[in-house]
């Protein structure tokens, strides 16, 4: 795989190539084409083919691509063809709904610990798991060789959180906090900042 | 304005500037540079200071911007000068997340109106507003003139209401459904799917 030298905007459509082949799946339908997963994500039949192209043969010409063999493709360039635990940080209300979410296991990941540092809440179980205290954070996740972590906490304290997550082992993290934090080098960071999409959208606006 | 020249990669990050600047404001300092700006960011501050160019001069050599003057002009920009009503979809624990959430009005935004189709969520109190039935979307919506929604149903739902949404004069539409929803030239979407950010990650660890 060649991947090191293929731009990460070509990584970051995979994962939703991925996501409307798993949908084709679920409908029982067995061959796709360039043309049906462009007209399903609004991206272009051209760019589908020449950003797979990038990992190999997937398709024959003519006869189009196999949901499940190209899924499953996917799925190993992503590696999510294991199943990763993460810990969730942060059990606010946004939390809380994080680790309700059923989406997380089918598409290879699966919240294993929940951390938040407001004595109230620890020991209360949310999703099935014990919510645990903060001072605990870097032990667990060591112990567990967690290496991908979700932060859910105030700005605030998103920089020191990710610092100890980092320093426990975790190597990727996906923050919701809005602001941004600092990794070193090999550590990924991934922000979801709802407000970010909508002022990009309105900047658009008649 | 030369918006319509400038690349849509540009106006992303415009959002991720204000968020720093506004930051700085709070602490008080009044002055920044691309580079503090670009260290907070993690961006480099040639980038910075070639995303600004495309706008106008927003600071002088060797003195750097004032932060107050550069977020005015980027709230103009991103129009986000004004507050935009906000319409919120699916009240399940994400959307009640979102609901709940205080951090949308200083950077634009106001939820003023939530719904779901679930008779027994309807008329209950979510953040101070009542949910309203999903029958009344579309009249809702018009009669508010809101432009811009925040879809938190089930992917399953999702094109649905957003085509509802869309119908009723809807222009932006960000979606937590994960899925794609296909819409109209001339509107907006932007997605936050969290597992598509933690698959483009996991594909770069070791």
Redesign the interface.
Known sequence: MR?ALIPDVI??R???Y???LS?MGREGKEITSSQELG????ISSAQIRKDLSQFGEFGKQGTGYNTQYLAEQLRR????DRV?D?ALVGM???G???A??G??LD???RIVAIFDNDPAKIGKEVGGLPILGTHGIEGEIRRRGI??A?LAVP?AAAQAAADELIRAGV??I?CYA???V??PEGV??????????????????P
């Open positions: 991947s990584i970051g995979l994962p939703l991925l996501r409307a949908q007209e399903r994500l609004g360039i992503l590696k999510v990763w993460v606010g209300d946004l809380r709904a994080v309700h979410y989406g997380f598409r290879g990941f290496r991908v979700m700005a190597q990727a996906l809005p602001t941004t600092l990794v990924q960071v991934r922000y979801i900042d709802p407000v970010v999409g909508m002022q990009h959208m309105t900047h658009y606006l």
